[in-house]
């Protein structure tokens, strides 16, 4: 039961870490990185976007994407920690 | 008041305040000592990781990095930040959730092994000497500019604070020493950076004054555009074009990232947290402090080189603003009148260049080239300061910890009581920063530059260890110790052919499928993640209970974990 429990919360685990780090690999390595000369084409205001993704937007989305973790892995947490005290070993000690 | 009493009257001030914070924050205990008791708030903790993180090399250096590399200064803004994904996703949750005090500690339980603590212990100690030297040079530049002493006086100022606090209150008087030299840095970052953009676009807010028209004052139009004229007008690359080949940008940026995951002394910040969801929040902070400098930055860059370029071309040296004869005299900027006509010809090619600039000297002068009151001027210096200060004692901390627990109570001296590794700790900080103060009275090269290859040597050694020891069960010490040391040596090994045995032969046609010596560790780590997983496939599985506690730390972890005064060790 509790190997059950647990295989299943680190698959959801990974698979939230695979979607993040697939985000932060193509807007830093992919879009600031290789295809920052193409992307130079398009402006907003004084900005080339390829020079302000490599420079500034890449920053912002690096924050928004541990924001975002931290805020699906609560849930997750919460979602499994109905069943912790099978999944979680102190927790059994301690009740 | 002028800028050298404004000075004297910032660095008082804030040191007056770190040196209370250490006497409020004595440690009492090795838990004291090695990870504040464990009981940093997430927020705190946020910000103390910021201070310890930006270090003097993305306070004083890197903006005037980036205003000389143009759109390729990404691969410090990206990489620096970037990496942080890394470490929040990867790392701080679950060596949390570990709970014990280091990184060699984890290396050295997970692959229960001597050999591989003393393979992390080794790394974790010249990785952060590498990177301390680069501090103390940091300090040693600002207090020769801006209290007018020699720079072996300012390095001695600077080490009997940093000493201070490091040694009296261990990592919680540094946890809270850092919490306010954040504040310091982020203040004296972001006040002249205000007043600049103000000032040339009219809007105050840096990021966006960044892509904004400049002030008609400033000739107008967009300043990047103008930024690429000037450019271009002096026989300078462009600003916005990429001039480094893409795959040394890609491989610099990340050996950024994978440095800044496996860093030491960021890693073990993450141990002060209550538990596994404030390590998570806290990197979350940690990431958003840190990203109102790095999204500045590129702006001061920018704001800077514009203002140089404007200032300094063909200006008639007699009449040029006071900031350049006083940057004159620390040798930072050079003229050197080849026609003989008086005037400065700052131009890219070096056959008509009369103009030297240290890139150093770009965010410590801008206050001044600018043309803002001296108060903000002295108050950059106390930033600077501050940044320089916290990572260097962060840094410290993870040598005494790597000497005291890991080296001392772990591996050759197991009977040691706890008021004895509590004095081995003090008196390894006390040694550390000796040596420490060394280098920076004889500093070994660009500040920034030696910071980089702390980067590419933590990258090599530790992440790939690290990652794979909580992602992979079956990995072993055989595989860990392989990968650990041929990643570690293949990095130095390049690193130190390219630049101190034969530096005349570091150039792109010479490196290995043109990556530089600064990008060379993400080829060491890759080299030790597929070194560490061969070896794995021909060795034996770690034992049962080690793959039992790698299923422990991938558990849930909302519920805190047990409190580190009642661990068996």
Known sequence: MRDKHARAYWKANVRILATLLTVWAFISFVCGILLADFLDNFRFGGFKLGFWIAQQGSIYVFVILIIVYVFWMDRLDARYHRDSSVSDPEKETQA | ?569
Request: hydrophobic letters at 50%.
């Open chain 2, 1 to 569: 008041m002028n800028v050298q009493l404004w000075t004297y009257v910032f660095v008082a001030l804030s040191f007056g305040l770190y040196i209370g914070i250490a006497v409020w924050s004595r440690a009492a205990s090795t838990n004291d000592f090695y990870v504040a008791g464990g009981g940093v708030h997430p927020l705190a903790n946020g910000m103390a990781t910021a201070a310890d993180w930006m270090s003097a090399a993305s306070f004083i250096s890197m903006a005037g990095l980036i205003s000389f590399l143009g759109r390729d200064g990404a691969f410090y803004l990206m990489g620096w930040t970037g990496g942080y994904v890394l470490l929040a996703l990867l790392l701080a949750p679950y060596l949390r959730k570990f709970g014990k005090f280091t990184v060699p500690d984890f290396i050295g339980d997970r692959y229960y092994s001597r050999s591989a603590r003393m393979v992390a212990i080794f790394c974790a100690i010249s990785v952060s000497f590498v990177y301390v030297c680069g501090q103390m040079q940091g300090a040693g530049i600002v207090f020769s500019r801006f209290l007018e002493v020699d720079i072996t006086t300012g390095v001695i100022i600077g080490m009997t604070i940093v000493f201070f606090y490091a040694v009296m209150g261990g990592m919680k008087g540094i946890t809270y020493t850092q919490v306010a030299q954040y504040c310091v840095l982020i203040f004296a970052y972001m006040v002249p950076a205000i007043f600049i953009s103000l000032m040339m676009t009219g809007n105050p807010i840096p990021q966006l004054g960044f892509g904004a028209e400049l002030t008609e004052e400033y000739g107008g139009g967009y300043l990047l555009d103008r930024l690429d004229s000037l450019s271009e007008e002096l026989g300078f690359a462009t600003y916005t074009a990429g001039q480094r080949a893409t795959q040394d940008v890609f491989f610099i940026t990340a050996a950024l990232m994978f440095g800044t995951a496996g860093l030491p002394h960021v890693i073990i910040r993450f141990f002060t947290v209550p538990s596994v969801r404030d390590a998570r929040k806290s990197a979350a902070y940690a990431l958003v402090f840190i990203a109102i400098l790095y999204t500045t930055a590129p702006a001061v860059a920018a704001f800077a080189k514009t203002n140089l370029l404007n200032t300094v071309n063909n200006a008639s040296y007699e009449e040029l603003p006071s900031w350049f004869s006083t940057w004159e005299t620390t040798q930072l900027i050079q003229f050197d009148d080849q026609n003989g006509d008086g005037r400065v010809q700052y131009s890219g090619d070096p056959a008509i260049n009369e103009l030297t600039v240290n890139r150093d000297i770009m965010v410590l002068a801008n206050p001044e080239i600018a043309g803002l009151p001296n108060w903000v001027v002295a108050l950059v210096a106390a930033g600077a300061l501050a940044a320089a200060l916290s990572t260097a004692a962060g840094l410290l901390l993870v040598i005494s910890t790597a000497v005291s627990h890991d080296l001392l109570k772990r591996s050759m001296m197991p009977g040691i009581s706890e008021k004895q590794e509590l004095l081995f700790a003090r008196l390894a900080i006390f040694v550390a920063i000796l040596i420490a103060g060394y280098f920076g009275i004889n500093p070994p090269g660009f500040v920034a530059e030696v910071v980089a290859f702390a980067f590419g040597l933590a990258a090599a050694s530790f992440f790939p260890a690290i990652v794979l020891g909580i992602f992979y069960r079956r990995m072993n010490r055989e595989g860990a110790i392989a990968g650990m040391l041929s990643g570690f040596l293949f990095t130095a090994a390049y690193i130190i052919f390219f630049k101190f045995v034969s530096p005349e032969s570091s150039t792109p046609e010479n490196w290995w499928f043109g990556i530089s010596p600064e990008g060379i560790g993400t080829v060491g780590t890759l080299i030790n993640a597929a070194v560490a997983l061969t070896v794995c496939r021909f060795s034996p599985a770690p034992p049962r209970d080690i793959q039992n506690m790698v299923e422990e730390i991938r558990l849930p972890g909302n519920v805190p974990t047990v409190p580190l005064s009642h661990q068996s060790h």
